[in-house]
């Protein structure tokens, strides 16, 4: 499975877009890539997941360049409880890993403030 | 609708001790994974078990096992705790296990303390 890198942190303020990038130089051909969510003490929940352009569902879009070495999530005016940690993860599976193996990075922590 | 459950929420145990961590998939769903976050990092994927079989293994050693009953649900037992065993350990379900796993779906987690 690809590599992932972002950034360890971002801070941002309510009613702000924000930006996460994430960096996959080494994405296979077959690779989706994908973005989970996880709260204190929950666990992650699925965002978007996408394989190349934009995708776009009710939390969020996510815009893949042609070559696909990086991808970026955006969030549309966020709220306080949009503070999270944020996964982006590249795989073979649809929803980004083999066989329910997902490869976690560090993620990055979003804080937004009032 | 019913999500993951897992059980219990909150442990703790001493060094030596083992451990049986519980987990109930979203009915329907024949695919359960365990996976073990450590405070500050991701989760880090330790087994996948799909119609009982077990489909996928991570770095962990043989102190970790789990197992896949016939109604879906799971346990995951580990034997002589250590210290760097405290974690929150995470189940996910999904509906399938092969190459297209769909999404995954994680529960709330078990608070792990080892002393």
């Known amino acids: 499975l690809a590599k992932t890198t972002q950034p360890i942190s971002m801070d941002s303020y309510e009613g702000q877009e924000v930006n996460i990038t994430c960096s996959h130089n080494n994405i296979a051909t077959n690779d989706y890539i994908t973005w989970y969510q996880q709260f204190p003490s929950q666990g992650p929940r699925f965002i978007i997941q996408g394989y190349k352009t934009k995708v776009t569902n009710e939390v969020a879009s996510l815009f893949i360049p042609a070559d696909r070495k990086s991808s970026t999530l955006s969030l549309p005016r966020v709220s306080l409880s949009d503070t999270a940690v944020y996964y982006c993860?590249?795989?073979?599976?649809?929803?980004?890993?083999?066989?329910?193996?997902?490869?976690f990075g560090k993620g990055t922590k979003l804080s937004v403030k009032p | 609708d019913a999500g993951v459950t897992q059980s219990p929420t909150h442990l703790i145990k001493t060094r030596g001790q083992h451990v049986t961590l519980r987990c109930s998939p979203i009915?329907?769903?024949?695919?359960v994974s365990w996976y073990q976050q450590v405070l500050g990092q991701g989760p880090q994927f330790i087994f996948q078990y799909y119609e009982k079989e077990e489909r996928g293994r991570g770095n962990f050693p043989d102190r970790f096992s789990a197992r896949q009953f016939p109604n879906y649900s799971s346990e995951l037992n580990v034997n002589a705790l250590l210290l760097g065993d405290s974690a929150l350990y995470l189940c996910?379900?999904?509906?399938?296990?092969?190459?297209?796993?769909?999404?995954?779906?994680f529960g709330e987690g078990s608070r792990l303390t080892v002393l």
């Open positions: 993860l590249v795989g073979t599976s649809y929803y980004g890993g083999s066989q329910g193996n997902l490869i």
């Open positions: 009915s329907g769903h024949k695919s």
């Open positions: 996910a379900s999904s509906l399938s296990g092969g190459e297209n796993t769909g999404e995954l779906f």
